[in-house]
């Protein structure tokens, strides 16, 4: 696609209920990541995925965090059992090699727990 | 841990002032420096630097890293409305993936 697409763009959610939020990075980049980004905060490194493989987990901030990329394109990142503090924007972004190069970001996602 | 610190948090100038944000960063194994405006969700990318005493230029902006004293500078001369937003510094280690930003300068021009 013409550039990083993040679905839904928003979304509420009650306490506990599972959530996943999808990715569709630019046709081509083999490295995505996933960022948090809290009101008024930076981003929040997540996960990498270079390909369908994810080297680098270590920003998942608990067991509840999942990721996956097929097809070296989609990536899905799942949040369950949905607290309050996960309450944030949720960007994805593509690059065509890794960290040495720019990265394109997505509008992202809000999360809502209420 | 991996750090990243910008400065000012926040800055209100007028139009056609000239405006240096600030990133000083402490990572392991540094690999570059990145620059990223962000206006409403989306960070969009300005600079990337990879070596010292280089100013890189893109209109009315600039940047230059100094790897020694670990900091880099971002540039806005003849600031306008459209500069409004906020500007993110991310530095990037060579763990491939692993990216660490600061929280931002939040830059408000007014006309």
């Known amino acids: 696609g013409a550039g990083v697409s993040q679905s839904p763009s928003n979304k509420v959610t009650e306490k506990g209920k599972d959530v996943e939020l999808r990715c569709d990075p630019i046709s081509g980049h083999t490295a995505l990541y996933w960022y948090r980004q809290r009101l008024g905060q930076g981003l929040e490194f997540l996960i990498y995925?270079?390909?369908?493989?994810?080297?680098?987990k270590s920003g998942l901030p608990s067991d509840r965090f999942s990721a996956e990329r097929t097809g070296e394109s989609v990536s899905t990142l799942t949040i369950q059992r949905t607290q309050q503090e996960d309450s944030a924007v949720y960007l994805c972004?593509?690059?065509?090699?890794?960290?040495?190069?720019?990265?394109?970001f997505g509008q992202g996602t809000r999360l809502t727990v209420v | 841990e991996d750090k990243v610190v910008q400065s000012p948090l926040s800055l209100v100038v007028h139009e056609g002032d000239t405006v240096t944000l600030n990133c000083s960063y402490e990572v392991t194994n540094f690999r570059s420096l990145l620059w990223y405006k962000q206006e409403k969700k989306a960070p969009t990318f300005l600079f990337m630097l990879?070596?010292?005493?280089i100013e890189k230029k893109s209109g009315r902006l600039s940047s230059i890293l100094d790897k020694k004293e670990l900091f880099s500078i971002l540039n806005i001369t003849a600031t306008q409305t459209g500069d409004s937003a906020v500007y993110l510094c991310?530095?990037?280690?060579?763990?491939?993936?692993?990216?660490?930003f600061g929280d931002g300068t939040t830059l408000t021009v007014k006309p």
């Open positions: 995925f270079q390909g369908n493989s994810a080297p680098d």
């Open positions: 990879t070596s010292s005493g």
């Open positions: 991310a530095v990037h280690n060579t763990n491939a993936g692993k990216s660490t």
């Open positions: 972004a593509s690059s065509f090699l890794g960290a040495n190069t720019e990265a394109f």
